[in-house]
């Protein structure tokens, strides 16, 4: 019994961001197909609105262009192109160079991975103010494109798979992070409380964990990010002395 606990913990390890990636991958389907019946009724309300006359629904549409249903729309538009890039890179990845033998590092990095969805769901806002949207936009931008300077290296538990010290992590080196703190901080802020808070505070804590067992693993695969290191801030864009 011991021996097969093992194994099926070995195979989790050594597996966890392929099952991740599919598990993304349907998670996107279900997020498209409800973001398609969301935009079937909005159709179908319409219609039946412009039976009482166009004028009353152009004047609807103008006053509610930045109101929920737009903002619901570009939001799953924006969460499905996201989970589309993730999902992709860990099914393609590089097989990693170096991981982690323990699980504390992998539940660590599942729950910097996860966590702030809670703060999603204890939203009670279903409109961002522009502070917010702002926020949410430049956090995406940002992660976005340090996904796309890690590419096929990219994984959401610790794993070497190749030293990226170019595009934005030739100015820092977690910019997915911070671009994720600046996304969850619009989402803090379009719904205030002292829960939301408290899940970002120890999220905070928890991503800044992760990163430092990420970078001791590349350091053992890499001596030389040792020197990166050094010249490169953690989380701002800020030069070291």
């Given at each position: ?12 390890l050594e597996n966890t961001n392929k099952i991740l990636g599919i598990i993304l991958s ?130 959401i538990t610790p794993e070497v798979r190749g030293l990226v010290v170019s595009g934005l ?6 910019p997915m992070y911070l671009g994720s703190f600046v996304a969850a901080a619009g989402v ?54």
């Amino acid at each position: 019994m011991l021996l097969i606990f093992h194994n099926i913990k070995n195979f989790l390890l050594e597996n966890t961001n392929k099952i991740l990636g599919i598990i993304l991958s349907v998670f996107c389907l279900l997020k498209i197909y409800d973001l398609w019946q969301y935009w079937f009724s909005l159709q179908h309300e319409i219609q039946n609105k412009s039976s009482h006359g166009w004028l009353i629904v152009q004047d609807e549409i103008s006053q509610n262009m930045f109101d929920y249903p737009s903002q619901r729309i570009l939001n799953s538009i924006v969460q499905i192109s996201y989970i589309v890039i993730v999902s992709s890179l860990l099914l393609l990845a590089k097989k990693p160079k170096r991981r982690y033998a323990k699980s504390i590092p992998t539940i660590i990095s599942l729950l910097g991975s996860f966590l702030p969805s809670l703060l999603i769901v204890s939203s009670e806002s279903e409109s961002f103010s522009l502070t917010s949207a702002l926020l949410l936009f430049l956090g995406v931008t940002i992660s976005l494109m340090g996904l796309l300077s890690l590419r096929k290296s990219f994984s959401i538990t610790p794993e070497v798979r190749g030293l990226v010290v170019s595009g934005l992590y030739s100015f820092i080196r977690h910019p997915m992070y911070l671009g994720s703190f600046v996304a969850a901080a619009g989402v803090v802020i379009s719904s205030p409380s002292i829960f939301s808070l408290v899940i970002y505070l120890l999220w905070l804590v928890i991503q800044v964990w992760r990163s430092r067992l990420e970078e001791q693993l590349i350091i053992k695969e890499y001596p030389e990010y040792e020197k990166y290191r050094k010249k490169t801030s953690a989380f701002l864009p800020i030069p070291k002395l």
